[in-house]
């Protein structure tokens, strides 16, 4: 079956260390996504990317890294310059970009619990 | 700018309950809207969509009528169930730039037994 793996399902990262979460997707969707998610909070967007080797800031972008270098994976690096890291990570794809993707909606991963120690 | 208010939770029913959660929208053009579920320690999953107004999404006894008037898009069922414990969010999606899509803050629905 199709779907989004995220992977770790949790992680833990010392205080000023890089980590990167990955995304793979073989839904042969278009364009991925990375959402950041809070307790008690809905989703805020972090980057987001239409197409190979192309990706665009979300609202909370800084602090963050992505690439984009094959259609199926788009991993997310939290990197020391994110001084609140602790939170829920969710990917997410949809099929394309314009008209369709926005009538079938998003496919989510099962996120990465993120936690500085 | 776009966006999407939700009511707080967390809603508390008794197993059999009505459930209605309100959800409004504000957008500049002709947004899909939609309703997600996450469950405990889990991702998002598409509960419902609707593409257009008056349209009705429907999925597993859930039910939310994409209303243009009151830019609304209410999530309703007419007997919860114990397994319907979760948060549930609503969204929309312009589409016209980019499929970004606009989430509430999420409901958390607790049925007891």
């Known amino acids: 079956d199709g779907g989004i793996t995220q992977s770790p399902k949790y992680l833990f990262r010392k205080e000023g260390q890089n980590v990167t979460l990955s995304c793979e997707q073989n839904?042969?969707?278009?364009?991925m996504y990375w959402y950041r998610q809070d307790p008690g909070q809905g989703l805020r967007l972090i980057y987001y990317s239409q197409i190979v080797n192309d990706f665009q800031k979300g609202d909370i972008a800084e602090g963050y890294s992505v690439s984009r270098e094959k259609k199926e994976s788009f991993p997310l690096t939290v990197t020391s310059a994110q001084k609140n890291p602790t939170a829920f990570y969710l990917c997410?794809?949809?099929?394309?970009?314009?008209?369709?993707?926005?009538?079938?909606?998003?496919?989510f991963g099962s996120g990465t619990r993120l936690t500085v120690v | 700018g776009d966006s999407v208010t939700q009511m707080e939770g967390p809603v508390t029913l008794s197993e059999e309950a009505f459930l209605t959660i309100n959800c409004t929208y504000t957008a500049t053009g002709y947004p899909s809207l939609f309703w997600y579920v996450q469950y405990p320690g889990e991702g998002l999953q598409l509960l419902l969509k609707a593409t257009k107004a008056d349209d009705k999404g429907s999925n597993k006894g859930f039910e939310a009528t994409y209303r243009k008037e009151t830019t609304s898009f209410h999530l309703e069922k007419g007997s919860v169930q114990v397994s319907d414990s979760a948060v549930y969010f609503c969204?929309?999606?312009?589409?016209?730039?980019?499929?970004?899509?606009?989430f509430g803050s999420g409901t958390k629905l607790n049925v007891k037994p």
């Open positions: 969204a929309l999606s312009e589409g016209y730039n980019f499929n970004k899509f606009y």
């Open positions: 839904l042969n969707h278009d364009a």
């Open positions: 997410a794809s949809s099929i394309d970009i314009q008209a369709e993707g926005n009538r079938v909606g998003y496919t």
